[in-house]
């Protein structure tokens, strides 16, 4: 092994190490700090492609907890105490080796107050009972790449946020960043601009949204407190998104990034690379203020359906491996969430430092994925959600057992949905999937 390899396995580990030995939580019992450090260590054996005393469940959850405790996705975004009433006891009676919060549930409050625009959510776009929807637009047009990359910061103020959130509308009228110099001068051109165009209004909903903001966040910290000091561990913490994704999600929308890919590969490939710092820095900053070693990165366009094999090499992956390879660097472990299929990239994807990462697949070959990176990578997934929603006990048993025998072979796999637990999975077979997981997924 190395120089470099062994020093990024010892930041690895030592972040694996200290998110197992919890030195901050406050136990509620002995009995609570053991569980807890069993299953800790039970995911970290299993990253580290050592064989746990038995195969990890960790599941994605969000609104399924609403579903099992008979409230809808809109309580569960408006009424703090009844989500974390509903996550509690998904976490209580399941026991399973992870806790997760409605992290993705962001209070409903905040989007009204930003009359955000980008996202339907329950019973704002919607029904109360559903899941959200991404409203992707073209947010930067084709012709504004020059504008984005001389000048990244003024242009997503003065010119995305404004097409983002009705509430940003007036930001639009400030003059260009660059000419606010610290001097009266530019102060006062800034004020002047600010006033004549109702930025007050703009600092105004922001102060609302982002006392919602704080509402939410210290809620969320209390209840992951509560959730660790009965023993169970938050792997959820940072996140952030392939430089090609913040593009195709947020910027241009999925048609337009597709048709640059074509039209003006060159200025497509410059922001990708321009994107990068942000894309780490956005990492690092939740990595600090989160217990957390796992840095979670779902990946939306670089899948089977969406790119070629070849543009998949050109436009995706290269940024994308160097901000997993950053991650490493500074001892954190990057998951990056493989939606839909990545089968043809999976000997591309392979080239990550062994025993460094977590890859979770949705449609993937997970079986065929084992055979090319097992040696190399922990793997998590991928119960079907048609599965969990429809299928019968027997049909959830034997898909676990298949999954265990072969991809759990040795050690590398964490259990998990497709897509996490699907709000409208059945108690009942999610049920199965944990009692029979922790039965046979012992390692003798």
């Not at 030995?21 to 995911?43: G, T, W």
């Amino acid at each position: 092994m190395h120089g470099q390899e062994v020093k990024n396995m010892n930041r690895t580990q030592e972040r694996l190490e200290l998110w197992c030995s919890a030195p901050n939580v406050r136990f509620q019992s002995p009995e609570a700090e053991e569980a807890y450090k069993k299953r800790a260590k039970r995911i970290a054996d299993a990253v580290l492609l050592e064989t746990p005393d038995r195969v990890p469940i960790a599941p994605l959850v969000t609104f399924f907890a609403a579903n099992y405790v008979g409230i809808t996705a809109e309580d569960a975004m408006y009424d703090h105490d009844k989500a974390y009433a509903a996550f509690r006891k998904v976490a209580l009676d399941f026991q399973w080796d992870t806790a997760f919060s409605h992290v993705l549930a962001l209070p409903g409050p905040l989007y009204e107050a930003l009359d955000f625009k980008q996202l339907k959510w329950p019973g704002h776009g919607v029904p109360r009972n559903c899941t959200y929807q991404y409203v992707e637009e073209e947010y930067m047009k084709a012709e504004e790449y020059d504008a984005f990359l001389d000048d990244p910061s003024d242009f997503l103020i003065r010119t995305v946020l404004p097409r983002v959130a009705g509430a940003f509308a007036p930001f639009q009228m400030l003059p260009p960043l660059s000419m606010i110099v610290p001097c009266y001068t530019g102060v006062l051109m800034m004020l002047g601009s600010a006033a004549i165009g109702g930025a007050a209004n703009a600092f105004t909903a922001i102060n609302k949204a982002s006392e919602s903001f704080m509402k939410f966040i210290l809620s969320a910290v209390a209840f992951r407190e509560e959730l660790q000091s009965l023993g169970f561990p938050f792997w959820f913490g940072p996140s952030t998104q392939a430089p090609f994704d913040i593009i195709g999600d947020s910027l241009r929308g999925t048609k337009g990034v597709m048709l640059d890919m074509y039209r003006q590969p060159d200025k497509l490939l410059k922001a990708t690379d321009r994107l990068l710092p942000t894309a780490i820095q956005t990492a690092m900053a939740g990595a600090a203020t989160s217990p957390s070693p796992f840095v979670f990165i779902p990946l939306h366009k670089g899948a089977m359906g969406f790119m070629s094999l070849s543009q998949f090499k050109t436009f995706y992956w290269p940024t994308l491996h160097k901000l997993m390879l950053e991650l490493i660097e500074q001892g954190l472990i990057p998951l990056p969430f493989f939606e839909a299929e990545y089968t043809d990239r999976l000997e591309i994807i392979k080239d990550i430092p062994k025993g460094k990462a977590l890859y979770w697949f949705e449609k993937t070959d997970i079986f065929k994925a084992k055979e090319i990176l097992g040696d190399h990578v922990c793997i998590k997934g991928n119960i079907p959600s048609s599965l969990l929603c429809t299928g019968t006990a027997e049909q959830v048993k034997d898909y676990c057992k298949k999954l265990i025998d072969i991809v759990g072979k040795g050690g590398g796999l964490i259990v998990d949905g497709a897509v996490g637990i699907p709000d409208e999975a059945k108690p009942e077979n999610v049920k199965v999937m944990t009692t029979f997981v922790k039965e046979y997924g012992v390692y003798k």
